[in-house]
């Protein structure tokens, strides 16, 4: 199965926890070699899970939220709305 950004997004918690079939992990490390928004969504998630889970508290520069939501709206919209499945 070809998977498009909308769907690796999804499976990213269980790609990184390993509670993935086979075959969709597969299918999420295919996307990954060649999707460099999604190894950087696959990245940051990796470092925040790393950062949060000694309980340290990090201040984030002003305005931090308003441009992470801004950019992730912005690589929302860059994406392809996902193909109609054919019925042949």
Known sequence: MVLNCRHVWDYISGYLDNTLDAQTRTDVEKHLEHCEICSAV???????????????VFELPVGFSERLHARLAQAMLEIPPDEPESSA
Request: glycine share 0%; no cysteine.
């Open 42 to 56: 696959l990245d940051s998630t990796r470092n925040i899970l790393i950062l949060t889970a000694d309980d340290r």
